[in-house]
């Protein structure tokens, strides 16, 4: 008999495409003005109130609730995201396997200390209601992260930890400013 896990074979499971980043302010807009810059793109909150995707004019500002965790939806060559309600929530997130979007977990500022972020995208995914079916991502979209996925790379310089450092970044290291790679809820940085 087979296990409900031998559905899906390891060269079939998640694989997913991530680049660790720090940016600015400053930086974030340069890289979400190339985002938008030459195609149909909604930027928004991957929780949401309601099913539907409302492209923000403006990124959140820092302490709104979910103002890191941000998705980009090519309207014109990707599918509509589906999403899941939570209900002891009372929201709706984004289901970022089985879409085609690009995760983009913003920097931050906690305590003065510069948090990481990423842009990230799954390029071959499941279904929620039948993780045995196998996603696969368009061409088009796995092009359209490889570059956005250069424009960080191109625009940056690496630390001693392969991360990239866009150039307002660098400025904050220079003058003394503390990067990290995340923030446990104990306030501890890593």
Aim: aromatic share 12%; charged share 25%; hydrophobic share 35%.
């Amino acid at each position: 008999m087979l296990s409900d896990f031998s559905t899906i074979t390891n060269s079939e499971a998640s694989v997913g495409k991530q680049v660790n980043f720090y940016m600015t302010a400053d930086d974030e807009q340069k890289f979400v003005e190339f985002v938008r810059s030459d195609r149909n793109v909604a930027v928004f909150k991957s929780v949401l109130p309601t099913m539907e995707v409302t492209d923000l004019v403006e990124l959140p500002r820092r302490g709104e609730p979910f103002w890191f965790s941000l998705c980009f939806w090519d309207k014109d060559h990707c599918p509509s995201p589906s999403s899941t309600y939570i209900k002891q929530q009372g929201h709706y997130c984004i289901n970022e396997i089985e879409s085609e979007v690009i995760q983009f977990h913003r920097c931050g500022l906690d305590e003065g200390r510069l948090v990481r972020g990423r842009i990230w995208a799954e390029m071959t995914g499941w279904r929620r209601e039948d993780p045995a079916t196998i996603i696969n991502k368009s061409e088009a979209f796995s092009a359209w992260y490889e570059r956005l996925a250069n424009w960080i790379k191109r625009h940056s310089t690496r630390n001693d930890r392969g991360e990239f450092v866009l150039p307002g970044a660098a400025r904050f290291a220079e003058q003394g400013g503390v990067m990290c790679q995340a923030v446990l809820a104990s306030g501890k940085a890593l």
